[in-house]
Structures are given as C-alpha cells and as structure tokens.
C-alpha cells in the first residue's frame, strides 16, 4: 500500500516487519519530495504498534543513489526535512531499521544506510561518499557516523578519496552487517525479525573506532597533498578527526556547518557544473530516438607505440580484448614490453596485484597481419599524425573489417572526412582523439564526420564510458576544439617574452591561476618538436619555439627547450640561451621590454581561449559550452575548481572580457585578438550565450 497517498514509498507487512520500498527512477535520488514521503513513513511505522522491525528498501536497479544535485543551491537542498534530519528520524527509531542495498549506495544513500541501525548487501553492491568529488562533504551525518562503523582511518581514506567499496570489503569491515546470497528482501525481512529480539543500538551512539593516530595523521597529510589546492578533501579530513575528538552531537554539527559552507562556495558549484556536464555530454543532440551501440567485444589498434598501447591497456583493464597491429615482429615486441614495464609499475605502486596484472596482459593480443582484425567490432587506428599514412591504413581496414564494424582515427588535427573518404563504409568512420596517457588520461574527442551515423557515435560514447573515460562529440576542424583553442591560449606567449615577461613568470601565473603546469613547461615536456611540425604543416611560425628546434632542442627528451634538464632531471632550470633567443625576437619586432603584471599574462592567454570557443559555439563544432569544459578539464588540466574555461568567463562577465581584450589589443598590437568578434558582436547586440548553452551575463560577476 502507499504511505501518507505517496507515489514514492509503497508499504508491506510481513509477520511483524514492515518493508518500505521507495521509487524514484532512475536512480532514486533523495530530492525534497522523496525525502518527505520517506520522512513520513518512517514515523508512521515508527508508533505502529503491530510493527517490531523496519525494512527500507528501493525499488528498480539501485538504492538510493544520492541527493538530487538538481536541487543543490535551491531552497529545496536545505528545506525540512533536510537529509540530516531525516536520518536523524531513521537513527532515532525505536525499533531496528534495515538497509536493504542492491545497485549503488553513494553519498546521501549511504548517509540514510548510515543512519540506519543495521545493514545488509547483494555481494556486488557499491557503497561510497564521494562528495568531495562535487567539492563537498557529506552533510547528513557520514563523516561521523562511519567512523562508529569502520576505523578511523578507513574512513578518512575512504571519504578523503570519495572511492566507492564493494559490499564484500564492506562487510569485512563492518559497514554491512550481512551479504544477502538469495533474495535480498526476503533475507532483508528475516535478518530484521531476527534483531527485533537484540537490544537496539543506533549508529549515534556507538563508539568512534579508533585506529592509529600516526597513520590517521598520515592519511590526512595525504588528503592535503593530493587536493592541489581543492578544500573538500581538507575539510573532509577535519571533519572526519571531528568525529574522533568530539561527541556526536558537537561532530554532527560541525559537519553539517562545514557542509553549507562549501556548498555555498563556488568550487563546489564549478565541480556540480562539471558532472552535470559529463552526463549531458552522453546525450546525443541531433540523434534519433531509439539510437542503440552497437556490440563491443573485440577491439583492433593499428600501431603499438605509447598511444597505441595506452588504448590496448584502457580496454584490457576493463576486461575487453585488444589486438595490436604492428607490421614487424621488432615493433610488435616493443609495444609488448611497453605494456608489461607499464603494468608491473602498477603491480609495484600496489594499484593491481600480479594476477590482475596477468588477466589484463593475455587480454591483450598482438598480430603483424591485417587479417587479425577481420572479427572486430571496433580498430582503433593510432599510427604517425600524417593524412597519407593513416588515409594508407584505412584502404586496408575497408579491405578487411567484417560490415558493420567501426574504423576509427585517433587524431588530433586531421579531416576526418578525408580519412573516411579512402573507405566505401564513411558513416562507419569516426574520430576518437585519445590523449597520452591514453590508460590514464580520461578524455576522449570523438568526432564526427559528415557521414558518421548515430548508432557509431552512440558505440564510441558507450567505448569511452566501459573503458571509465569521458567522451565528447565534437565536429571537424583543423585541431577539433582542444588543441584548436589551444593554439588561441598560446598564441600570446611568445608576445609576451618578446615584451618582457620569462617563461618562469608566464609559468608560475598559471599554476597559481590552478593549472598543474605552465605552458612552457608542458612544452618542453610533450616536446617541442610536435608543435614545431604541425606549424610547418600549417605555414604559421613561432620565432623563439622555432629557433630552439632549430638548434636542436626539443625539451625534456633532449635536456634543453624553454628550460635546461640537467643530467636527463625533469626538474627545469632556467635555459642560460634562452634570453639571446628573446632578445632577437625582440628586436626583429622592435620590441621595447616592460615589467608585465601576472593579471595580465592571464587575460592575454585565457580570454582568447574563450573566445575561440564561442567561436566554436558559433559554428556548430561543440554542442555545448559544458563540452568544452570537459574537454578542458579533462584533458588539458584546466582547473576543476573554476568548472572549464566557459563556465569561469561566466563568472568574469562579457562586458570585462571583450573590454579586456580591446585593452591589449591596443597596447600591443597583437594580431590575436582581432578574433574576439563573436564575443564583441554578442556584447554589442546586448545578447547573452544561451542559444549556445553558456550563461555568460552583460556585467561583471560579484
């Protein structure tokens, strides 16, 4: 029967236990309405009188899968009752209440599991607090209630990384009191009835569960070294020693003010930007209804260098079998000691053990024939940056792919469509640009031609999503839309050391700006011989980038570049050659030095990449301003804490930006900045971004 006319919680009584089963597709989120009807039936078995024990369980495919983010920053995220009173309501029951887990339990959910007096799990249930991913802490109760569960340190380390547990490891821990083999209702309801004759203990007032102070400590300093500079994992870790060094009253409360602290922050609000963003980048704008992936069991990479072999590893560590294609056995052996040096590093950091690391190995296949691929559903081609190479390797995969398979490149730069065009199947063709690492990195590009059909676009979303990247449909362009705003953000740079600024500076403004690295050094460390052939290709020059090729000078692989490596160090020092380079740059361009302030390094690199994208807006490259967020987050190391280069020029306002880049234009001269047409047209006509989904506003942000 439905509680209280709710259409989210249904009521059954089974000798003495009432179950409450909650709905509230798809995934259950504990919004405002779902946590009244909770609230009241849960009250409502609480004084019945013919009920001994309580069941709470969800219905579909998960428990409760967390708060509805939706509502965070609305009335609705604070209004009674409140996540924290209603697990209050559940941990003052006077009769035991029973967490019934299948699917997921995260954040709010494990909050209410929390809350509950006792818990039971299907094997493979996921339970975490990940808030800190959100720039969060759990604010119901969770950083003071799991450490009564688990050790103290376990849950420090468990809600500092915001990494879900399997129910198996929470069972041999203590946060599940009990793994349901059968039906977990039935088990549910049994083990209730069971606890109905046990005295009643509430999660509240258990007993912190100590563990050592030093690695308690340790695990905290850890947390603070890893936020780079994020404050969720910080007030995490305090919130979590609240736990230990206060009563539960005084934690609760703490927690809960720390909680509406960040949440009216703006990091937490430009990481809630971010994973909105990420499942709106799932979704395929101008598809069909009814698009479906198309089969994913058998993958195919042509070439096994570091690209290659980072795709093979992507698929292998999800349990999906890769083949490497490589044209001598010499080549072939190559990438297979790549992949073994790159797992045993794993095995050696403790990330995976040897027979993990011995499943994903004998995923991964090799074959010096074309032929090897003629069962595949998906081949990967991650060959040279060249257009007549990789338009080579794709005659041969059209001569082989069985119908239906998808023949994709992994470039950054070059016409898809060209690519697809050596092939009678072009609407099987599609970009998925991977970035190096590509096992680590998470970001994948996945272009679409002309031609490129749905159900592909749909199977490469569904490749970056089984393989735990982000995907992001982008059109064709020269660069796509990272590397191509890419080249607006630097185009300053060498303008700027021509004026006065040094690479340390420009460097130095970044990574207090919140990249992990400055532009230089990112140069030297991909290497500066990849920017200096794709300006070749393009007929464009950088003086000073150019004349350290010229002599040689590569970066970190050759031991100089904007910085000198001694001895084969990846630590930079200044490069001693450097200032003569500049200097004649600086002549060449009658170029005065000047004393450069770091606000406007900052302006000058980061308002065109703005720029360039509302461009791309413009011409229909990028669905979405969100997208190119995640690719830049993603993929390029912009700052998570400022949500994406779109979603921080929001907060700096339209009119500041177009009037900044007026400003040095006309101080310098610079050439860059006649692009800010989209910006200024926009700005002129009084209209905002929203057709292109970017809430850039006329005035400043406060």
Known sequence: MKVGGSEFVKRSDDQSVATLTFENPPVNALGYEARKALNAAVL???IDPQVKAV????GGGTFFAGADIKEFGTENATRSPNLKEFCASLDGLSKPVVAAIHGVALGGGLEVALACHYRIAVPDALLGLPEVKLGLIPGAGGTVRLPRLIEATKALRMITTGEPVLAQQAFN??????????????AARKFALDKAFFPLMATSRRPVRQSDIAEFAAI?????????????PVAAARSVRNAVTMSFDEAIAAERR???ELLAGDESAALRHLFLAERSAQKLKTASAGVVARPLRIVGIVGGGTM???????FADNGIRATILELS??????????????YSISVTRGSISEEEKAVRVALIGGATDYDAFRNCDLIIEAVVEDMEVKREVFRQLDLIARPGAILATNTSYLDVDLIAAVTERPGDVVGMHYFSPANVMKLIEIVRGRETRDDVLATALAAARITGKVGVVVGVCDGFVGN???LARNAQNEQLLVEGATPEQIDKAFVDFGWPMGPFQMSDMAGLDIGWRTRKRMGRVAPIADALCERGWFGQKTGRGFYLYEAGARQPKPNPDLPAIIAAAARQASQQSRAISDTEIIQRTHFPLVNEGARLLSEGIVARSSDIDLIWTRGYGFPVAKGGPMYWASRQGLSTITASMDRWALKTGASCFSTADVLRRLAGAGASFERFGLALNQGDAA
Not at 55 to 58: D, G, S, T
């Open 44 to 46: 409502e078995v609480g």
């Open 55 to 58: 069941v709470l369980v969800c």
């Open 173 to 186: 821990e203590g946060l599940v009191d009990a793994l349901a083999s059968g039906d977990l209702i039935e």
């Open 220 to 232: 905290a300093d850890q947390a603070i070294s890893r936020s780079r500079g994020l404050r969720a």
């Open 258 to 260: 720390i909680f509406l």
């Open 308 to 314: 290659g072999s980072g795709i093979a590893m992507s």
């Open 329 to 342: 056995h010499d080549a072939l052996q190559a990438s297979r000691e790549r992949i073994e040096r790159a």
């Open 484 to 486: 191509r705003m890419l």
